[in-house]
C-alpha cells in the first residue's frame, strides 16, 4: 500500500493498483474524496484506492485548536483551502536534569536549540549578569532589552509567584521556537537558566512545553574546611561555578581552626598562616559566588578549635586543674578571649556580605569531661559568679555563644551553630534565633533531633553519617557515596540513618555537605574534586525535589555524565 498526502489529504492506495506511486504534481490520479460504503469506516475508496481524509494543518500539533492555521469554517472542504504539508511532532518528555524539575507541562512542537543567529534579551537591566553569562555560556549574542524573536531566549522578572512557589522558583516556557525564563527574583531566573544549559548540553534540544520549577528546602549548601587545608582559589572558584549549575545556594568557609587560619586579617595579622587567601582573593570569590547567587558563609569556630589563634597569644588558653593545656580551646573566663574573637567577627562580618554567618561553638573540650566543675575549677566559679550558684560550666559556654551571637547580629545575619553547642537545661539558654546546625549525635550528653524539633528550633542537616567527607577517614568515618545519599538519605534524616516524622519537615531548612580536612595530605584538591563529584549531585537531588528519584542510580549517573 501507498500513502502520501495530496493537498491536506492523506492518500493511501493499493500497490496492485498503482504500481507507480502519483507524484504531487499529478493530479491525485483521481484520488478525489467520494462518497460510497468505505466513508463510514472514515475513507473512501476512489478506482481501488483506500483514501482516508486526515488533513495536515501547518503548524499543527494533531490536536484540536492548536494549529497556526485552523481548517476553514466558512463551509468549503480542506482541498479549496489548499493548506501546505506540515510536520507533526511527538509529544515532548520532561527534560533530563539534574535535580531533576518538579513540573513539566508537555506540548508539541520543534523544542529549541542554541543557533549561530540566536539571542539572549533581557525584560529588566537587572538581568543583565544572568543574560551575559547564559549568551557566554550557550554561544549566543546578547542583546540587552529588546524584543524576542525566533531563536531567542528571553529573561524577565514576574511579580507573580505562582502557587507554590517561592522566591527560587521559575517558569521556563520553549514555544514557537524561542525560550522565555521567568521568576520573581534573579535568582529564580538564574536556575531556570541552568536548567536550559543542562538541556542543550551535548547537542540536545530543549523539549517544547512548560517547565515551573522551585526547591523543596531554601537552604543547599557545600561546606569546605580551608583550615586544615589550603585550597587554592582557582579550585575554589571552579567549586562555585558546579555548585551554580547544581542550584546549590550557599558555600560555607571554614577558614579558622587549630591547624591554621587561612584568611588576610587587618586586626590581628599575626595569627595568619603563610599559604592563606588574601582579602582581594576573597572579594574575587565573593564577586563570582554572586553571580551564581550563592552566599558565602564564613565561620570563625569558637570557643573551641582556636590553635591558631592561641599559638599567638598562649596566655589563652584553657588549662584543667593540673595546669595541663586544652587543645585548641581558649579559657572563656578570661575576657581576652572574649575580645579577640570579637575582634576578629567584626572583621569579617564586613568581608563577608552574605546573610548567613556560622558561630561553630561545637566540640569545647572543656565539656567532654565527666565532670567540668572539677576538671575546669576557674570556669565553675566564672560560670557561678555569673548566673549564681546553679551556675555550670555549660552555662558559661552558652553564654559564651550567646554573646557572639550578639557581636554579629548589628550585621544583619541569620546565625547558625552546631548543635553539640546546645545544651540541655541549665541556667543560660541559646538565643531563640539560633539555627541547629544537626551534625552528629555522638558527643557526650547528646539530644535527639527531635528534642530541638520540638522545641520548635529550625534544624539543617550535616549528618556525619552520609554528608561528611573527611579526609582520611579517620575514627570512624567513611567516605559519603553518591548512591547512598540518593538512595537512602533525605533531609528529614538528621541522626544515623532514621528520619524523623514528616510533621517536622517545614522546621528542616536545607543541608549541606561538608568537606573535613582531619588528614590534609590523605587527597589532592583533585581526588577531593572527583570524590565529591556524585555526591554533590545526590545531595542538591534530595534538597531539591522531595519525590522520590525517578531513576536508578545507575541512570542517574549516567545523566551526570552527560549533563557535565
Not at 499543527?60 to 485548536?65: K, Q, V
Not at 561546606?223 to 579550585?235: N, P
Not at 591558631?308 to 598562649?314: N, S, T, W
Amino acid at each position: 500500500m501507498w500513502c502520501g498526502a495530496v493537498r491536506g489529504v492523506l492518500c493511501c492506495r493499493f500497490a496492485a493498483d498503482f504500481p507507480h506511486p502519483p507524484t504531487h504534481s499529478s493530479r491525485s490520479e483521481g484520488c478525489v474524496v467520494k462518497r460510497g460504503p468505505a466513508a463510514a469506516a472514515g475513507g473512501a475508496v476512489v478506482a481501488g484506492a483506500v483514501v482516508l481524509a486526515v488533513a495536515f494543518w501547518p503548524g499543527g500539533d494533531g490536536e484540536g485548536g492548536g494549529s497556526a492555521n485552523p481548517p476553514p469554517s466558512d463551509g468549503k472542504s480542506a482541498s479549496s483551502a489548499s493548506p501546505s504539508p506540515a510536520r507533526s511532532y511527538a509529544l515532548s518528555k520532561a527534560p533530563d536534569t539534574i535535580p531533576a524539575v518538579r513540573e513539566h507541562k508537555a506540548a508539541r512542537g520543534p523544542g529549541w536549540r542554541p543557533a549561530d543567529s540566536g539571542r539572549v534579551v533581557v525584560r529588566d537591566e537587572d538581568l543583565a549578569d544572568e543574560g551575559r553569562l547564559l549568551a557566554g555560556e550557550l554561544k549566543l549574542k546578547y542583546a540587552g532589552a529588546g524584543d524576542p524573536r525566533q531563536g531567542d531566549v528571553e529573561l524577565a522578572l514576574t511579580s507573580d509567584e505562582g502557587e507554590g512557589a517561592g522566591p527560587e522558583s521559575y517558569t521556563l516556557s520553549v514555544k514557537n521556537r524561542r525560550v522565555r525564563i521567568e521568576a520573581p527574583t534573579g535568582a529564580g531566573v538564574f536556575y531556570g537558566t541552568r536548567t536550559l544549559k543542562q538541556e542543550v548540553r551535548g547537542e540536545r534540544t530543549a523539549p517544547e512545553g512548560v517547565v515551573r520549577d522551585r526547591p523543596a528546602k531554601a537552604q543547599r549548601g557545600f561546606m569546605l574546611d580551608i583550615a586544615r587545608k589550603h585550597f587554592d582559589v582557582g579550585w575554589i572558584e571552579d567549586r562555585i561555578r558546579e555548585l551554580g549549575d547544581l542550584k546549590f545556594n550557599q558555600l560555607g568557609l571554614h577558614f579558622s581552626d587549630d591547624q591554621a587560619f587561612r584568611v588576610e586579617s587587618d586586626s590581628h595579622p599575626e595569627i595568619v598562616s603563610s599559604d592563606h587567601l588574601t582579602k582581594a582573593q576573597v572579594r574575587g570569590i565573593l564577586k563570582l559566588a554572586e553571580s551564581r547567587h550563592i552566599t558565602v558563609v564564613p565561620e570563625i569556630d569558637s570557643p573551641g578549635h582556636l590553635g591558631a589563634v592561641i599559638r599567638q597569644h598562649p596566655s589563652l588558653q584553657l588549662r584543667d586543674a593540673r595546669g595541663i593545656a586544652t587543645r585548641g580551646a581558649v579559657d572563656i573566663s578570661e575576657p581576652g578571649a572574649a575580645e579577640i574573637v570579637d575582634d576578629l567577627l567584626k572583621e569579617y562580618a564586613e568581608l563577608f556580605p552574605g546573610a548567613h554567618w556560622h558561630l561553630g561553638a561545637d566540640e569545647y573540650r572543656a565539656l567532654t569531661v565527666k565532670d567540668p566543675e572539677a576538671s575546669y575549677p576557674q570556669l565553675a566559679a566564672a560560670a557561678r559568679e555569673k548566673y549564681g550558684p546553679d551556675g555550670r560550666v555549660q552555662d558559661l559556654a552558652t553564654g559564651w555563644l550567646n554573646d557572639r551571637a550578639d557581636t554579629v547580629r548589628p550585621f544583619d545575619k541569620k546565625l547558625k551553630a552546631w548543635n553539640d553547642g546546645f545544651f540541655r537545661g541549665g541556667t543560660e539558654q541559646a538565643a531563640d534565633d539560633l539555627e541547629v546546625a544537626y551534625w552528629t549525635g555522638k558527643e557526650i550528653g547528646a539530644r535527639e533531633p527531635v528534642e530541638y524539633l520540638r522545641a520548635g528550633q529550625k534544624l539543617l542537616n550535616y549528618n556525619d553519617e552520609y554528608l561528611y567527607y573527611v579526609l582520611g577517614q579517620p575514627n570512624t568515618f567513611r567516605y559519603p557515596t553518591g548512591q547512598r545519599i540518593y538512595e537512602d538519605w533525605t533531609p528529614l534524616v538528621l541522626r544515623g540513618t532514621r528520619p524523623v516524622n514528616k510533621e517536622y519537615d517545614d522546621q528542616i531548612l536545607g543541608g549541606t555537605f561538608a568537606v573535613w580536612c582531619d588528614l590534609a595530605g590523605s587527597q589532592t584538591q583533585e581526588q577531593v574534586a572527583r570524590g565529591i563529584r556524585m555526591p554533590l549531585r545526590a545531595t542538591v537531588q534530595k534538597l531539591w525535589d522531595p519525590r522520590d528519584p525517578g531513576r536508578s542510580w545507575a541512570d542517574f549517573v549516567k545523566l551526570a555524565d552527560e549533563t557535565g
